[in-house]
Structures are given as C-alpha cells and as structure tokens.
C-alpha cells in the first residue's frame, strides 16, 4: 500500500534555529498538507499546497513557516526560527483529490 | 461553539461492550464527515466515512444526523486493539480548498 513517509522521526533543535521537516507525498497525489498536533491537543491544519503553490494556511502558519516542493518528490516543511511552543507531532498528508487523505507517521519535533 | 466538539472521554468499557460516541459540527454547509482512530503518539489512520444514509463496516457503524449536525461511531463487540482516541473530522469547504477540521478526539480504553 502506497504511504507518506516523514523524516526525521524525531527532531531536536535548540530555540531560535531552524529545521526543515520532510515529507514525501504519494507519489500520484497532487494536494499536500502539513498539520501539527501538540502534545494532548487536537491536530491543527497548518496549510495545503497544490499545483506549486499554497493554497490555504491557518493563522498557526506565520511568516517563521514555509513550505516547498523543491523536486517532483519532495514536501518540505521550514520553520525559520523555532520557539518552544513549536514542539509538536507534525504530520505530512497527501491526497489525490482533496479528499481521501493518507497522513505520515509524522515527525516529532521538541524544541529546547 | 467550536467547530468540531467530541467529548473527550475516557470511556472505560469491557471486552465485548458496545460503545458509542458523538460528535457534533457547527458549520451546516460542512460536507464530508470522517472517523480517524490514533494510536498514542501515532498518526491518525482513517476508520471510515461517514454517509448521510449510514454505513457499517464490520462492527463499527458510522451515522450522520445533518439536522442536529452531529455523527456518530458505534463499537459492537469491542476488543481490546479497539483502545485508542477516535478523532472526529469534518471537511469543510472554503472557496476553493477543502480543509479538515479536527476534533480533540475521544479516548477509549477497553479493559479485559
């Protein structure tokens, strides 16, 4: 079964440095996603990109966030200057369609 | 009223107990309505769609009440692989994009 792979599994960084969180998408999926869950809350949608660009972002996703597809495999996720209240769970997921999602198995990142 | 409301649980039930959970939706235009279950520290995994006439898969039974805007997951026979938080989500669409809405989520915890 086709799946979204995530990497890192698990990231740490120190306050103030950037990461780059990688996903990639199924390969014949043509909208992306990334939603982050902090721990013991509720998943929050970050922001969707089709067709090269963005096309949604939630008021989670400021301008210390990006986001590229810098090949035809690649879903990258930058946060520019982490804060500590960026750890989280970050999910990638794709969906051929708009609908039927398939999320990765995420990437946590524990900022200190 | 939030967008997506579950009640957080936890539900303690025995092996073999029927369990039932609600969800309700704020938003009437809403369209597509899903049951994700996560594992702890895991990604959401989609359980099922849920239809407006109702559909069954196994002993899960998914129910879509548009009038009160609430849906609904019933567990027959529960087994204790059923233990995990079944997230409640709502596709909701805006202009052009179609975006999940999240519940919190409810925690089962089924006991031998």
């Known amino acids: 079964e086709p799946e979204v792979t995530q990497t890192p599994s698990h990231q740490v960084t120190q306050m103030g440095q950037e990461v780059i969180l990688r996903c990639v998408p199924i390969?014949?999926?043509?909208?992306f996603y990334w939603y982050r869950q902090i721990l013991g809350q509720k998943v929050e949608f970050l922001v969707s990109?089709?067709?090269?660009?963005?096309?949604?972002k939630s008021e989670i996703f400021d301008d210390q966030f990006s986001v590229e597809r810098p090949d035809g495999s690649n879903f990258t996720l930058k946060i520019r200057s982490t804060k500590l209240e960026d750890s989280a769970m970050y999910f990638c997921?794709?969906?051929?369609?708009?609908?039927?999602?398939?999320f990765g198995s995420g990437t946590r990142l524990t900022v200190v | 009223r939030k967008e997506v409301e579950q009640d957080p649980g936890p539900f303690n039930v025995p092996e073999g107990a029927t369990v039932a959970f609600n969800c309700t939706y704020s938003?009437?235009?809403?369209?597509?309505f899903f049951w994700y279950r996560q594992d702890c520290r895991k990604e959401p995994k989609l359980l099922m769609s849920?239809?407006?006439?109702?559909n069954e898969d196994g002993r899960f039974t998914a129910q879509l009440n548009r009038a009160s805007q609430y849906i609904s997951l019933l567990i027959r026979d529960s087994k204790l692989s059923d233990s995990a938080t079944y997230l409640c989500v709502v596709i909701a669409n805006a202009g052009n994009n179609r975006k999940l809405i999240w519940g919190l989520g409810t925690s089962l915890a089924v006991n031998p």
């Open positions: 990109f089709y067709n090269n660009e963005i096309s949604e």
């Open positions: 390969s014949n999926h043509l909208y």
């Open positions: 938003n009437s235009a809403s369209q597509s």
């Open positions: 849920v239809y407006s006439s109702g």
């Open positions: 997921a794709s969906s051929p369609r708009g609908s039927g999602y398939t």
